[in-house]
């Protein structure tokens, strides 16, 4: 049976493609769910993918990964990256392979993006690489997993 991972998008993220194009570009989230679509395709791995913009919510996603069993966790946690002790715990909790990844380079923008409670659960963190750091994330999740490409 085919190993799941979820992929989990914080706030405003919705507002993927119109939201501050100069810095996230025009890809909506559909575009990228699709793109996540066809990577995960490529590993054999079945897919979740959500977006909340409400915190517990995004709490009981991660919980409900673990319960589900799913093989890993890639989360963007956008504004909550800095702010949530509940995401860090729930993603602590749970133990499952965490990737986290930011569309934008966090690390050249205003300081208070940078310090990310999520980073201290995470196996590894990709940035700045625009939406192709979703596909980056999953292949190298797949990587972690001893997952190779399928075709
Ligand atoms: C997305 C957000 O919504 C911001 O709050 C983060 C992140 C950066 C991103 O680059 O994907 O600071």
């Known amino acids: 049976m085919a190993q799941t991972i979820y992929i989990l998008n914080g706030p405003n993220m919705n507002m993927l493609g119109t939201r501050e194009p100069d810095k996230y570009g025009r890809a909506t989230l559909a575009d990228v769910e699709k793109l996540c679509r066809t990577t995960a395709e490529r590993f054999g791995f079945a897919l979740v993918f959500r977006q909340s913009n ?27 990256t800095t702010t949530s002790i509940a995401i860090l715990d729930a993603l602590l909790a749970v133990q499952l392979p965490v990737i986290e990844i930011h569309i934008t380079n966090i690390h050249q923008r205003e300081s208070f993006r940078q310090n990310s409670y999520v980073s201290k659960a995470a196996k590894a963190v990709i940035c700045g690489f625009g939406i192709d750091g979703y596909a980056l994330a999953i292949s190298g999740l797949a990587g972690l997993l001893g997952i190779k490409e399928k075709h």
């Open 54 to 80: 409400i915190e517990g919510e995004l709490v009981t996603w991660i919980q409900e990964a673990h319960a589900k069993k799913a093989a890993g966790l890639v989360i963007n946690p956008a504004g909550y």
